[in-house]
């Protein structure tokens, strides 16, 4: 049996059952942990084939894409829109809670 790192199983795990993907991300993004998301997006990338092909399609360098979702990577908006665009993904707005009522 060979055996697979955690970021690999998840890979598998994304690519066999996109919907979780969309679940989990939107689970990070609800509870604002930067660092888990950037993880789950390093993960994702290797579901979507690999920095380099998320890169290309996102048409962002592959060494700054790399640095991005690095553990330390703060990406700007443009480059978290154009890495989930690559991933067949996009951002939404939610109301979470109803808004204040005008007088």
Do not use: C
């Not at 920095?51 to 790399?66: D, I, S, W």
């Amino acid at each position: 049996m060979k055996d697979r790192t955690h970021d690999d199983a998840m890979a598998e795990m994304y690519r066999e059952d996109p919907a979780y993907a969309v679940q989990l991300l939107n689970s990070i993004l609800e509870n604002g942990d930067q660092s888990e998301l950037l993880i789950a997006l390093r993960q994702m990338a290797k579901a979507f084939g690999g920095v380099q092909a998320v890169a290309e399609q996102a048409h962002l360098n592959p060494t700054q894409l790399y640095r991005t979702l690095s553990p330390e990577g703060n990406p700007a908006l443009s480059s978290f829109s154009a890495i989930l665009k690559a991933m067949g993904l996009r951002l939404a707005v939610q109301s979470v809670q109803a808004p204040p009522a005008h007088t």
